[in-house]
């Protein structure tokens, strides 16, 4: 079956420091991957996505590397802020064209002060 | 900056008992998508809209879960009855293409 996992639930980082969160995904036919960050009772908040003609895509303090090659999908987060802590899911397309996402299982990243 | 509106945010029923939520999608977004969240996983779908078609409902519950958007604009999923099992958030999200989506805040549903 189609699914996305993370490597780890948890990452705890220092403040300052960067962060990096891993997904591996298993569906080849997936062309399009999405990193969602989720605050406690709150809905999830886009961060950023990659299409698979790309192995790189940077933004605002983040940037999401795409390995086709290993199926593997990472979130690198500069200068970890406490505002940072929350939960990370990524999410890929699968094998649907309709757009439906498959969402991992979610890392938790902790920020000490 | 617009958002996914959802209503109620927090939602407690007794089992057996009927539940509606309640989404409006970003303002020219033609798809809408309704997902369940249990604690501490990611997000499924659980129907899907384009405008006022249905595309995916493959994991809706249809013995006691319906969903609609009549006018292809803001969208209800129901719930009837409600089981224990059902309390989970409920979250909607928009897109204007088969890429991005956006979340709204979610329903958070206790069955009890």
């Known amino acids: 079956g189609e699914s996305v996992g993370l490597h780890l639930p948890t990452l705890s980082v220092q403040e300052g420091d960067n962060s990096i969160i891993n997904c591996a995904y298993s569906n080849s036919a997936s062309d399009y991957f999405i990193w969602y960050k989720q605050e406690s009772g709150k809905g999830p908040q886009f961060i950023i996505d990659i299409r698979s003609n790309m192995d790189k895509r940077q933004g605002q303090r983040v940037t999401v590397l795409l390995n086709k090659t290993v199926k593997h999908l990472s979130l690198q987060i500069a200068a970890t802020q406490p505002g940072d802590s929350a939960v990370y899911f990524c999410a890929e397309n699968g094998s649907s064209n309709t757009g439906k996402l498959i969402f991992g299982q979610g890392t938790t990243l902790q920020v000490k002060p | 900056e617009a958002e996914v509106a959802q209503s109620p945010r927090y939602k407690i029923t007794e089992k057996s008992q009927a539940v509606a939520f309640w989404c409006d999608p970003i303002s020219g977004h033609a798809t809408l998508y309704w997902y369940r969240q249990i604690l501490g996983q990611g997000p499924e779908l659980l129907v899907q809209f384009q405008d006022e078609s249905v595309v995916d409902d493959s994991q809706l519950p249809k013995d006691r879960f319906s969903a609609e958007r009549l006018k292809g604009v803001d969208s209800t999923l129901k719930i009837q009855p409600a089981e224990l099992g059902d309390s989970a958030m409920y979250l909607c999200?928009?897109?204007?293409?088969?890429?991005?989506?956006?979340f709204g805040p979610g329903t958070r549903l206790t069955v009890t």
């Open positions: 999200a928009s897109s204007n293409d088969r890429y991005e989506q956006y």
